[in-house]
Nanobody
Framework: QVQLVESGGGLVQPGGSLTLSCLTS????????IAWFRQAPGKKREAVSC????????YYADSVKGRFTIHRDTAENMIYLRMSSLKPEDTAVYYCATDPWDSACRGNTWDFSSWGQGTQVTVSS
């Protein structure tokens, strides 16, 4: 059974940093594309970042380029999103996602099959 559990959200001041974690189980992380999405109140869910199974292709939304980094630790079955220089507009519920097909990331279809429950990130002074 595939399970994804996010943690690490919270309240952070503008300009601060936060690392989100996603513990995965029930599948081999090495063979899956990974992603982070976010959804702010009243807005559509958007793709923040993704990486193919071999990490040979990585995507970042223009709004987070240079500030966010996606990373996987296959030994620990973890997916991370390191966030720095946070802005109030980064406030959202963040979700990790995986899919056995790289096309979900490389083809920008965003058709990821497995999702976590989400973790709230609030950037405010």
């Amino acid at each position: 059974q595939v399970q994804l559990v996010e943690s690490g959200g919270g309240l952070v001041q503008p300009g601060g940093s936060l690392t989100l974690s996603c513990l995965t189980s029930g599948f081999i992380l090495d063979y899956h594309a990974i992603a982070w999405f976010r959804q702010a109140p009243g807005k559509k869910r958007e793709a923040v970042s993704c990486s193919t199974s071999s990490d040979d292709y990585t995507y970042y939304a223009d709004s987070v380029k240079g500030r966010f980094t996606i990373h996987r630790d296959t030994a620990e079955n973890m997916i991370y999103l390191r966030m720095s220089s946070l802005k109030p507009e980064d406030t959202a519920v963040y979700y990790c996602a995986t899919d056995p097909w790289d096309s979900a990331c490389r083809g920008n279809t965003w058709d990821f099959s497995s999702w976590g429950q989400g973790t709230q990130v609030t950037v405010s002074s």
